[in-house]
């Protein structure tokens, strides 16, 4: 089970992050991603995150800005939004797939969080 956190309201430039803890079968290697999405339109791919923490892949339109990382101990993953923008408004899903490298693809995915809001007001 995923759960995500740490969604809000921030003003344009402001930073957010995100987590997304595991709970139950923490034995399994995964990679997690995130994703998100807006009324109307597919899911989108954010940035994910190899299982050894060392492999990180981001879209274009968050290079830069986001940071993806994880602590294993905590069975928990992070994504830091810094310099937001109103069209960051989304919800924000974490997604875990069990193998040790991640994807863009979310059809790959095997276990999703209920998401958690992100608004950036102009």
């Known amino acids: 089970q995923l759960v995500e956190s740490g969604g809000g309201l921030v003003p344009a430039g402001g930073s957010l992050r995100l987590s997304c803890a595991a709970s139950g079968r923490t034995d399994i290697v995964y990679s997690t991603g995130w994703f998100r999405q807006t009324p109307g339109k597919e899911r989108e791919f954010v940035a994910w995150?190899?299982?050894?923490?060392?492999?990180?892949y981001y879209a274009d339109f968050v290079k830069d800005r986001f940071t993806i990382s994880r602590n294993n101990n905590l069975n928990t993953v992070y994504l830091q939004m810094n310099n937001l923008k109103p069209e960051d408004t989304a919800v924000y899903y974490c997604?875990?797939?069990?193998?040790?490298?991640?994807?863009?693809?979310?059809?790959?995915?095997?276990?999703w969080g209920q998401g958690t809001q992100v608004t950036v007001s102009s």
């Open positions: 995150i190899a299982w050894g923490g060392k492999r990180t």
């Open positions: 997604a875990g797939r069990v193998d040790p490298l991640g994807s863009s693809d979310y059809s790959v995915y095997h276990h």
